[in-house]
Antibody, heavy 124, light 111 residues
Framework: QVTLKESGPTLVKPSETLTLTCTVS??????????VSWIRQPPGKALEWLGN???????IYNVSLSSRLTISKDISKRQVVLTMTNMDPVDTATYYC????????????????WGQGTLVAVSS | QSVLTQPPSVSGAPGQRVTISCTGS?????????VHWYQRLPGTAPKLVIY???NRPSGVPDRFSGSKSGTSASLAITGLQADDEAEYYC???????????FGGGTALTVL
């Protein structure tokens, strides 16, 4: 069974850097069929895709946030890390990591499964 | 404003059928991008219930179905049950933005 779980601070101050960790189980981050995404949802607003990391370490980011985002992974720890710089109150959101769906060995454009999410508030 | 538009809420009595719409544009659904649907029960992670417009993952009851036409898609739930009460989100790929986009979510209330 594949599971993902997010962890990190629940409160950061404006201008600080947020670091969140997604710990995966039931799969290997070196498997070519494995890619992980970060997605967030501000309170009362829509889900927003942040970025992906693939088994070959390729990353793609939401262009609107790319200057602030870094996604990395540690295969041995089974962890995917999201770093977001210069946090602002508008970045207050529930942050999710999710596996990019796979059909017949091909990466798709849906997400399955998701982690439970972690709520991060940005406030002084 | 979400790129994909969903009604904020829908409701239905147990046993009834409800549909949730998802309206996009020629940059996403209308461009041929597939639509996927997620269910988020209170306090839980989003769960994929429909992928590629009308396919159910293993374990999702056949009471759930999806359809797509033009720039819109729909999720239908028949035989409504109390534990269907959740938020539902649609998702597609926007070719202009070059990334996935989501609807704003629809809260389903089982009366």
């Amino acid at each position: 069974q594949v599971t993902l779980k997010e962890s990190g601070p629940t409160l950061v101050k404006p201008s600080e850097t947020l670091t969140l960790t997604c710990t995966v189980s039931g799969l290997s981050l070196s498997d070519s069929r494995v890619a992980v995404s970060w997605i967030r949802q501000p309170p009362g607003k829509a889900l927003e895709w942040l970025g992906n990391i693939f088994s070959n370490d390729e990353k793609i980011y939401n262009v609107s946030l790319s200057s602030r985002l870094t996604i990395s992974k540690d295969i041995s720890k089974r962890q995917v890390v999201l770093t977001m710089t210069n946090m602002d109150p508008v970045d207050t959101a529930t942050y999710y990591c999710a596996r990019i769906g796979v059909l017949r060995g091909i990466l798709m454009d849906f997400f399955d499964p998701w982690g439970q999410g972690t709520l991060v508030a940005v406030s002084s | 404003q979400s790129v994909l538009t969903q009604p904020p809420s829908v409701s239905g009595a147990p046993g009834q059928r409800v549909t949730i719409s998802c309206t996009g544009s020629n940059s996403n659904i209308g461009a041929g991008s597939d639509v996927h649907w997620y269910q988020r029960l209170p306090g839980t992670a989003p769960k994929l219930v429909i992928y590629d417009n009308n396919n159910r993952p293993s374990g999702v009851p056949d009471r759930f179905s999806g359809s797509k036409s033009g720039t819109s898609a729909s999720l239908a739930i028949t035989g409504l049950q109390a534990d269907d009460e959740a938020e539902y989100y649609c998702q597609s790929l926007d070719i202009t933005l070059s990334h996935v986009v989501f609807g704003g979510g629809t809260a389903l209330t089982v009366l």
